[in-house]
């Protein structure tokens, strides 16, 4: 009775499996059935290096939201990563039990915000803050990059939290017997330790920023164009997705389709990216 037991849990487990290689695997055949005969038609170089983005006269260049996805993305992680690897260093090794209590639960609600609200609160308090005090318009790169910032904050500090914390406390009490400091012993033995951790909540604050879209649309101005510094709207490739797939036809539908197809191979590029710097550092 309990091997039938077994076997019936092992092949619910394989179904499930099996299910989630199964509906990745529809979206891929979906994107490109559809997306690469797009860009055959526009023309492959001049559907990612065109500069121009006019579907009404027929000009499908994504260069401008590519370079904008990027530059926005960057500046997210400029932000986020070093204020979220030592957030969680500080909850790991330096937070006071009862201080932990009151921050912890503060991170987890942070990470179940509604992109929508984060929007919200970038056009209400971020847009006007950089309008005033810093320059141009508000609704500017600058602005979606601290807000993808946020954004990022609790993958980032709970997935690093976790990496730091399975790194065995021999680690650390072989650095105190050295003569190294409790600090020197944190972030020159225990951290390094938890790197690839450490590399797996960055990856994972990356792929939010770069597939982040409602916030996205109400904070960076939404302009099609190529980006001309911090200080100036743009427009990102889920951005570009969304505004336009409502009312897109024919082949602006699926030059769009295509975006996500040119999003798609990013995200699989960190992803193998992230994997191969797994592997070096093993």
């Not at 091997?3 to 695997?25: D, P, W």
């Not at 990612?48 to 006019?54: E, I, P, R, S, V």
């Not at 500080?90 to 006071?96: D, V």
């Amino acid at each position: 009775m309990l091997k039938k037991k077994e076997q019936f849990m092992r092949l619910i487990f394989l179904f499930s499996a099996c299910t989630s290689i199964i509906a990745v695997f529809l979206i891929c055949i979906f994107l490109f059935a559809n997306g690469i005969p797009a860009m055959s038609k526009i023309g492959v170089f001049n559907f990612l290096l065109g500069k121009n983005w006019k579907p009404s006269n027929a000009l499908f260049g994504i260069l401008p939201m590519i370079l904008g996805s990027i530059y926005v993305t960057a500046g997210a992680i400029l932000i986020g990563v070093p204020i979220g690897v030592l957030t969680a260093m500080y909850l790991s090794l330096f937070c006071p039990k009862k201080l932990y209590r009151l921050i912890k639960p503060a991170i987890e609600l942070l990470a179940g915000i509604p992109s929508v609200v984060y929007g919200f609160f970038g056009l209400v308090v971020l847009v006007p803050f950089i309008r005033n005090y810093i320059g141009g318009n508000g609704s500017v790169m600058l602005t979606a990059s601290i807000l993808l910032g946020m954004m990022i904050l609790p993958t980032i500090i709970n997935v690093s939290e976790s990496a730091i914390r399975a790194v065995p406390s021999n680690y650390y009490e072989g650095g105190r017997a050295l003569g190294a400091s409790h600090e020197r012993s944190a972030f020159f033995v225990i951290l390094p330790a938890a790197k690839s951790g450490v590399f797996a909540s960055i990856v994972l604050g990356v792929g939010r920023a770069i597939g982040e879209t409602m916030a996205v649309i109400m904070v960076a101005g939404n302009q099609a164009r190529m980006p001309k510094g911090l200080l100036k709207g743009v427009r990102t490739l889920t951005a570009n997705i969304v505004i336009e797939m409502g009312y897109a036809a024919d082949l602006h539908r699926e030059a769009l389709i295509a975006t996500a197809v040119v999003l798609f191979i990013f995200i699989l590029i960190i992803n193998l990216s992230f994997s191969l710097l797994n592997r070096k550092s093993i």
